[in-house]
């Protein structure tokens, strides 16, 4: 039985033993100084101009979770179409309240103004300017 394991533990340390190389040749090939140059952020060797950190308003992560859950829920769709013939009535119905759930979700979440981008007045804890 350990004998099966053996290709999977060789290819590990061949996996383990080409990133410590690489990292080690990077170490001793690479440049030791640090200029100013290195440490500005640009883009396409274009110098900044604004800052970099910037604050992002809560309602973009609002945004980005509402469009997890629903893209969580077509994942979930997908192997249930895969099985929908040999599973029955009972797969069917338990389907149909997820869906059903997930719109009451939706609703809410469009009632709450939450996909809402621009509807909001800008106050210190949505990233705009403190009042």
Known sequence: MPE??????????????????????????????????????????????DQSRKRVSIVFFL??????????????????AL??????????WAVLVFVALILVGYAYVWKKGGLDVGARPAGPWQGGAPR
Request: charged share 10%; proline share 5%; aromatic share 14%.
């Open 4 to 49: 099966t394991y053996l290709p999977v533990l060789l290819a590990l340390g061949v996996a383990v033993a080409l990133g410590v190389a690489l990292l080690s040749v990077s170490w001793i090939a690479g440049r030791k100084r640090i200029g100013l140059s290195e440490l500005t952020p640009y883009e396409s060797g274009m110098p900044l101009l």
């Open 63 to 80: 945004i980005a979770i509402d469009f997890i859950v629903f893209d969580l829920e077509a994942a979930f769709l997908y192997p249930w």
């Open 83 to 92: 099985v929908f013939r040999s599973g029955g009535w009972g797969l069917f």
